[in-house]
């Protein structure tokens, strides 16, 4: 509310963070709390309330030695980035328990992902395995490797070949 003491405001964020707390628990955190620098440096920092809500905090101080502070519920997109990095990993598993090489690109020719298999039997190629690198840059290291004796023109048409096997002609 407005016009609130810092104090109130620590009171009423103890009691969102500890609700079971003790009365000396919420003292503690709120000493704790107190201890946070805040120095404006543009770092956020994240609080986990006790339901389980993550509030992500930006303080500054003011030029007359208040601060300022923003404050915004990031839960839903921690939870999506968890949610996301375990749908990644299991992926990745079930991608390197294939015995094929395997590569997925975009819709704009960037790779997405590879298992190592594929790392396996192209070792060639493994250096340049990274997400988004054009599938244009992979063919130029395999026509380069495949083709050991060949020349700028003879790389370009077996790349040319590729393309258009690629495309589907």
């Given at each position: 509310r407005v016009g609130a003491s810092i104090d109130d405001?620590?009171?009423?964020?103890?009691v969102a963070v500890l609700p079971h707390g003790t009365e000396a628990e919420r003292m503690a955190w709120r000493a704790r709390r107190r201890l946070q620098p805040?120095?404006?440096d543009g770092q956020p920092v994240e609080l986990v309330l006790a339901d389980g809500r993550v509030i992500e905090m930006l303080e500054s101080r003011t030029p007359d030695g208040g601060f300022v502070g923003v404050y915004r519920d990031v839960t839903e997109g921690r939870r999506a980035q968890r949610d996301l990095a375990q749908a990644k990993l299991t992926l990745d598993r079930a991608l390197n328990a294939i015995d094929e090489g395997f590569l997925l690109f975009d819709r704009d020719?960037?790779?997405v992902t590879w298992n190592q298999h594929y790392a396996v039997l192209f070792p060639h190629i493994e250096p340049a395995l990274r997400t988004g690198v054009p599938l244009v840059e992979l063919q130029n290291l395999s026509a380069?490797?495949?083709?050991?004796?060949?020349?700028?023109e003879t790389w370009a048409r077996w790349i040319a070949d590729r393309r258009r096997h690629h495309r589907g002609g």
């Open positions: 405001l620590g009171e009423a964020a103890a805040r120095t404006g020719d960037r790779l380069r490797h495949l083709l050991p004796d060949g020349n700028p």
